[in-house]
């Protein structure tokens, strides 16, 4: 998939990854809240991109992934 230039890079990212909710053993950053999740159920989502040798991991807590599932920005 190409990237379209009327949205910025950053949402085209969040858009294109796959999501999966996890348990969250170790502590992370929100991607949208900066706030850090640990010990709880979150969604990561991966972007290997084929020119790099490592999978690309953001985390985001279960209700702003909701909220952006509701507008469609994910």
């Known amino acids: 998939m190409e990237y379209d230039q009327g949205i910025s890079l ?6 294109n990854r796959n999501w ?4 969250c053993f170790l502590p992370h950053k929100c ?3 900066d706030k850090w999740i640990w010990l709880k159920g979150a969604y990561r989502g991966h972007n290997k991109h084929h020119w790099q040798l ?5 985390w985001i807590c279960r209700e702003e992934f909701i909220k952006l599932r509701l507008l469609e920005k994910v």
């Open 20 to 23: 999966v909710y996890k348990f």
């Open 10 to 15: 950053i949402e085209w990212e969040r858009i």
């Open 31 to 33: 991607l949208e809240t």
């Open 54 to 58: 490592f999978t690309d991991y953001k």
